[in-house]
């Protein structure tokens, strides 16, 4: 096996890819940088200038509107010159190769490039193909990764929990094509949570999810018991009618998020959700409104972790 | 063009012959000794075999000649020690009129070196619902047809090719993959596949096509050659089917007895395989199945792609890698972790591969072809882009040194090869 591609020759972090593979020492780091960040955020003037004279190219080869926003707040509050392209929509269809538009781009002097593509492992192929002092961080990699998205809900449970050891966390829904549960699962088991559920139907639980440190219920009541924190997962509008889901409606009924399974929870659980949400589908409008939900701090959060890695990346 | 080979280490699996000796060609055929020689070879330290064969290698003419061409490849067949060579049907078009395959043994036989047996497509254009005119293409030198990596959904389709097919006594050769459980799929369904996030290929995508081929195989009696097996499940399928007295033969690629889905590692596209690299286990039950001729033979099922096709990302990834070249080393690679004697390694890819291939060489019995191959079991070879004589540089072993470098190559008589 080749060394960790997102780590350079000191151990340090070069790319972010993945949150396998990163140590706890890494993981606890960029926490503790997004803290420091999170007071920015709410100052008047809200710039640091780590990243002034950067440029930051925001390659979305998949489409997305909250975490592009929230990687071009947290570039320009790191003062860097922040590129957004669109790429689902430009070259992609005048067959230039992914390769080719990274090159391209390189020739412009990046020093970041937030990469999201349908293809898992595309970030992978890009880190291995870019200039020592360019880095790469991943921002959705098909079913792969979704590090950021990981780390912000870390960051989320930690603020509110303090602590991961004697937490039991429980993730439901399509974990088969989320990249989010699977980010989420790697930092939890490398934080030391002491239990990391996932719940739903054997259709959308992928196989061996067992070795990735899970414990696997079927049945959503049962795995809800005694959670200190729930994430619901988005269930795709494509996945709800076919082979894998008879209908919305009955995965509502089985492992949407209501008040009343909520209630089998501890009494001080939070909700967390990537986000967009279906309401009515995974989870319901009183629970994602209501006391239990952190839903919308999370999105906050997701800035000051967004700064946090690219100020580190930059920095080794 | 008469040679002698003297001081060689003389392995022939089809006899067992195992010792020093000398070895004679002359008019083409292994010879009884003779005087006088117009060349002889001093092959001190070397292991002389008869000449490889490689039931699945794919040259990529007609069509496909910007990922390589039959010259390149030809080159590296005889690089490779490889003498006879049977190319599967997926070119662009696939081998499946007369016209086509006409072309390719005479491209072929122009290059003086590999003797190349065409397998012909089993339905018109691969495409799985019209059958080709076999008996024609058999003519025109098909050796057998095959479906290639192309899916043929349709049972029906598939058991009337199969019954005309064994009308002629033609053989068919035939993936194991059920076309629906297999759809999307590009790594095996596992536990690396999952932490990858990428789309799987349960293991029952292919026991359970082979259980309904080996079920048509005993409705028709058809001569059914399994190509490329994955899972330790389908060894134990063959292994049954031919305690039953079936007519079918197997084989294995050259890299499912090394690799598994763990050397994916950071998502490499070498690795991108049909089928695909399955568990551990399933690489051991492999191994194990060659061995004990559960599996028949290996082959290198050689798939030149450019770098076009595997510079992006995984999934998206053509299958498949160059393996001429590698079939040698890989092959002594496997006898070696298995402790067998010289003979019963090279017997895959020479006397039990021509058993299959339905031809007479791969022995070296006075009167058979004189393909012969000299090479040196402990020198190595660089696995590299500069030394790959293929246009295809995509596999995973690039990098490794691999132990068996081919010396000499000879076809018919004919010097062909000198490296």
Same mark, same amino acid.
């Given at each position: 096996m080749q060394r960790n591609p997102q780590l350079n020759?000191?151990?340090?972090?070069?790319?972010?890819?993945?949150?396998?593979?990163?140590?706890?020492?890494?993981?606890?780091?960029?926490?503790?940088?997004?803290?420091?960040?999170?007071?920015?955020?709410?100052? $008047?003037? =809200?710039?640091?200038? +780590?990243?002034?004279?950067?440029?930051?190219?925001?390659?979305?080869? $998949?489409?997305?509107?909250?975490?592009?926003?929230?990687? $071009?707040?947290?570039?320009?509050?790191?003062?860097?010159?922040?590129?957004?392209?669109?790429?689902?929509?430009?070259?992609q269809t005048k067959g230039e190769s992914l390769l080719d538009t990274v090159a391209n781009l390189s020739a412009m002097q990046a020093d970041i490039f937030v990469v999201r593509h349908s293809s898992s492992g595309a970030p992978f192929l890009i880190a291995r193909h870019v200039k020592s002092h360019e880095h790469v961080i991943n921002a959705g990699d098909g079913r792969h990764s979704h590090p950021t998205q990981g780390l912000l809900d870390l960051f989320t449970i930690r603020h509110y929990k303090k602590d991961f050891s004697g937490l039991t966390v429980a993730i439901v829904g399509d974990v088969l094509h989320s990249r989010v549960a699977r980010s989420l699962i790697h930092g939890l088991t490398t934080l030391g949570?002491?239990?990391?559920?996932?719940?739903?139907?054997?259709? +959308?639980?992928?196989?061996?999810?067992?070795?990735?440190?899970?414990?696997?219920?079927?049945?959503?009541?049962?795995?809800?018991?005694?959670?200190?924190?729930?994430?619901?997962?988005?269930?795709?509008?494509?996945?709800?009618?076919?082979?894998? +889901?008879?209908?919305?409606?009955?995965?509502?009924?089985?492992?949407?998020?209501?008040?009343? =399974? +909520?209630?089998?929870?501890?009494?001080?659980?939070?909700?967390?959700?990537?986000?967009?949400?279906?309401?009515?589908?995974?989870?319901?409008?009183?629970?994602?409104?209501?006391?239990?939900?952190?839903?919308?701090?999370?999105?906050?959060?997701?800035?000051?972790?967004?700064?946090?890695?690219?100020?580190?990346?930059?920095?080794? | 063009m008469r040679l002698h080979i003297k001081n060689a280490r003389i392995v022939d699996p089809a006899s067992g012959r195992d010792g020093k000796g000398d070895l004679y060609i002359a008019d083409g055929k292994i010879s009884q000794e003779f005087s006088k020689a117009d060349r002889t070879i001093d092959a001190k330290g070397l292991v002389a075999a008869p000449g490889f064969i490689d039931i699945a290698a794919r040259l990529r003419e007609?069509?496909?000649?910007?990922?390589?061409?039959?010259?390149?490849?030809?080159?590296?067949?005889?690089?490779?020690?490889?003498?006879?060579?049977?190319?599967?049907? !997926?070119? !662009?078009?696939?081998?499946?009129?007369?016209?086509?395959?006409?072309?390719?043994?005479?491209?072929?036989?122009?290059?003086?070196?590999?003797?190349?047996?065409?397998?012909?497509?089993?339905?018109?254009?691969?495409?799985?619902?019209?059958?080709?005119?076999?008996?024609?293409?058999?003519?025109?030198?098909?050796?057998?047809?095959?479906?290639?990596?192309?899916?043929?959904?349709?049972?029906?389709?598939?058991?009337?090719?199969l019954q005309y097919a064994a009308t002629f006594g033609f053989p068919v050769w035939l993936r194991a993959e059920d076309t629906w459980l297999a759809k999307g799929g590009v790594a095996h369904d596992g536990e690396i596949a999952t932490r990858l996030g990428l789309p799987g290929i349960p293991s029952f995508a292919e026991t359970i096509a082979l259980s309904t081929l080996l079920e048509l195989v005993r409705a028709t009696r058809a001569r059914v050659h399994i190509c490329r097996l994955s899972t330790a499940g389908a060894v134990e399928l063959m292994r049954a089917a031919k305690r039953e007295g079936l007519p079918v033969t197997c084989d294995v690629g050259i890299h499912h007895l090394h690799l598994c889905d763990n050397d994916l590692g950071y998502f490499d596209s070498n690795c991108r395989l049909e089928p695909p690299l399955r568990s551990q286990r399933d690489r051991d039950a492999l191994a194990a199945g060659l061995q004990d001729g559960a599996i028949d033979c290996v082959c290198s099922d050689h798939t030149p792609v450019d770098d076009d096709g595997k510079h992006v990302p995984f999934a998206e990834a053509e299958p498949g890698a160059t393996g001429l070249e590698l079939?040698?080393?890989?092959?002594?690679?496997?006898?070696?972790?298995?402790?067998?004697?010289?003979?019963?390694?090279?017997?895959?890819?020479?006397?039990?591969?021509?058993?299959?291939?339905?031809?007479?060489?791969?022995?070296?019995?006075?009167?058979?072809?004189?393909?012969?191959?000299?090479?040196?079991?402990?020198?190595?070879?660089?696995?590299?882009?500069?030394?790959?004589?293929?246009?295809?540089?995509?596999?995973?072993?690039?990098?490794?040194?691999?132990?068996?470098?081919?010396?000499?190559?000879?076809?018919?008589?004919?010097?062909?090869?000198?490296?």
């Open positions: 020759d000191a151990g340090e972090l070069q790319h972010l890819l993945s949150i396998e593979g990163l140590p706890r020492e890494i993981l606890t780091q960029i926490l503790d940088t997004a803290e420091s960040f999170a007071g920015v955020t709410e100052r $008047e003037v =809200k710039k640091v200038p +780590l990243l002034r004279g950067k440029s930051v190219f925001n390659l979305f080869f $998949e489409p997305s509107t909250r975490t592009r926003t929230t990687f $071009e707040i947290a570039a320009k509050r790191l003062s860097a010159d922040v590129i957004n392209l669109n790429i689902a929509v430009s070259s949570a002491s239990e990391v559920r996932v719940i739903g139907p054997q259709t +959308l639980l992928p196989t061996g999810v067992e070795a990735l440190g899970v414990k696997v219920f079927r049945d959503m009541r049962e795995g809800l018991r005694d959670c200190d924190v729930v994430v619901m997962l988005r269930l795709q509008n494509e996945r709800m009618n076919g082979a894998l +889901l008879p209908s919305a409606q009955e995965f509502n009924k089985h492992y949407g998020l209501t008040a009343e =399974k +909520l209630a089998l929870a501890r009494k001080d659980a939070i909700v967390m959700h990537p986000g967009p949400m279906n309401r009515g589908v995974e989870i319901d409008s009183s629970v994602a409104d209501g006391p239990h939900s952190v839903i919308l701090p999370q999105v906050t959060f997701g800035i000051a972790v967004r700064m946090a890695v690219m100020s580190i990346v930059a920095g080794n | 007609p069509g496909l000649e910007y990922k390589a061409t039959l010259a390149s490849e030809m080159q590296a067949a005889i690089a490779g020690g490889v003498t006879s060579l049977a190319c599967p049907p !997926d070119t !662009d078009p696939p081998l499946d009129e007369p016209g086509l395959v006409d072309m390719l043994r005479r491209r072929a036989k122009a290059l003086e070196h590999a003797r190349v047996y065409p397998v012909g497509a089993l339905t018109v254009k691969l495409e799985g619902t019209r059958l080709t005119e076999m008996a024609q293409l058999a003519e025109t030198g098909c050796v057998a047809f095959s479906q290639a990596n192309a899916t043929l959904a349709d049972t029906q389709v598939l058991w009337r090719a079939l040698l080393p890989l092959t002594l690679k496997w006898g070696e972790a298995r402790r067998l004697p010289l003979a019963k390694s090279l017997a895959k890819i020479t006397s039990d591969a021509a058993r299959v291939l339905g031809v007479g060489s791969g022995k070296l019995a006075v009167g058979a072809p004189g393909d012969v191959v000299l090479f040196d079991p402990a020198a190595s070879v660089r696995i590299s882009a500069e030394t790959l004589k293929s246009q295809g540089k995509n596999t995973p072993f690039l990098g490794y040194e691999l132990a068996g470098r081919v010396r000499t190559t000879i076809v018919a008589g004919n010097v062909v090869h000198e490296g």
